[in-house]
């Protein structure tokens, strides 16, 4: 029995939380995987109910759950995610980006991982105001970049693909900092002799990622950029939809979407589910493998495989172009599956 603690968020969040529960279920009556479901409140709902956008409560329900599922929130966002990556050490980002049958992509062979390291860089938040100037302190540590990029070599190495790391960075410009990331990498890549390294720097894997995406397998950068190119590699293999995304730290780990809350369709019962669907499979991925459960694994794959079935025959919500509405697309999902 896996706990598994699910904000409701904000929007569509409501929504997309009960297409989450309805293949949950789905997977306990056909998989014989036993989840206990905690629905949780966090975002500008909870910050109107409550004066706090993460209630204490809810906090203490994720600590004690086995993972964590969280929908879309809303402007309260910052309060939410940033705050439980930091108090959870959740130091790892991790955004696959691959293409799907009927999908916008630039090619149909896209299959790319962004790691993004998730605790240092500018988005510590230590920020001042000097004289009639603005500053902000960009930290970088030795440990962390070391963690992040054992943990992107990692990765690629179970993706059993490329087998290839591209470190991103700008160290040409930011010497000390980006200068101390790359070579943390550089020094991390030699316990990894059967994986390929590259070093390229931000622009130039900004310009790469749509000039020729095929070429990247596993790509290790800092937050900033990190958060930057994993949206930009979203966008090459379609949008925003497709986009699953995990938290990961040493003990616990969150997954989401990477959409927003989307208040203009919200209640409306029109958005695509995919992207929470897919966090379901990141989710059942690391259960699996951090309790050495491999029915996880392989219902996980299955659960990708189906949502690819899917809409491969060109099934989608309406929100997409298509003619189902979030309730009928995640019935198909379920009746696939």
């Known amino acids: 029995m896996y706990t598994i603690s699910l904000i409701t968020g904000d929007g569509i969040g409501p929504e997309l939380s009960e297409s989450v529960i309805s293949v949950l279920n789905t997977i306990q009556d056909k998989f014989d995987l036993k989840f206990d479901i905690a629905k949780l409140s966090a975002g500008d709902l909870a910050l109107e109910e409550t004066g706090k956008a993460l209630p204490a409560e809810t906090v ?28 959870l050490d959740l130091y790892a980002n991790i955004r696959p980006a691959k293409s799907y049958p009927h999908m916008p ?30 500053v902000a302190l960009r930290i970088i540590s030795e440990k962390a970049s070391k963690r992040i990029a054992r943990y992107a070599f990692e990765i690629s190495r179970q993706r059993n693909s490329m087998r290839k790391v591209t470190c991103v960075h700008k160290s040409n410009v930011m010497r000390i900092t980006d200068g101390m990331f790359a070579k943390a990498c550089t020094d991390v890549s030699k316990d990894y002799p059967d994986i390929a390294f590259e070093e390229m720097y931000v622009d130039a894997c900004a310009m790469n990622l749509i000039r020729q995406p095929d070429q ?13 190119l994993s949206d930009e590699s979203s ?27 989307a208040f203009d369709i ?5 958005a695509n589910p995919s992207s929470f669907l897919l966090s379901i499979k990141m989710m059942l991925d690391w259960l699996g493998n951090k309790h050495g459960d491999s029915k996880c694994i392989e219902v ?38």
Not at 245 to 253: E, K, L, P, T, V
Not at 266 to 270: F, P
Not at 311 to 323: C, E, H, L, M
């Open 60 to 87: 203490e329900s994720i600590k004690r759950s086995d993972a964590c599922l969280k929908a879309p929130v809303g402007e309260s966002a910052a309060d939410v995610i940033v705050v439980l990556r930091r108090m």
């Open 105 to 134: 992509a630039l090619r149909d062979d896209i299959d790319m991982v962004i790691v993004r390291e998730n605790t240092e860089d500018l988005y510590t938040g230590k920020e001042f105001s000097l004289g009639d100037s603005s």
């Open 216 to 228: 990247f397998d596993v790509i290790v950068t800092t937050n900033l950029f990190g958060d930057i």
């Open 235 to 261: 966008q090459v293999v379609g949008g925003l939809g497709m986009a699953p995304a995990a938290n990961i730290g040493d003990d616990f780990a969150l997954f989401e979407p990477v959409h927003g809350a």
């Open 266 to 270: 919200a209640g409306k019962n029109i």
């Open 300 to 337: 996980g794959q299955k659960l990708e495989s189906t949502i690819f079935d899917l809409v491969k025959t060109g099934v989608k919500t309406r929100d997409i172009g298509g003619d189902k509405s979030t309730t009928e697309f995640t019935k198909q999902i379920t009746d696939n599956l």
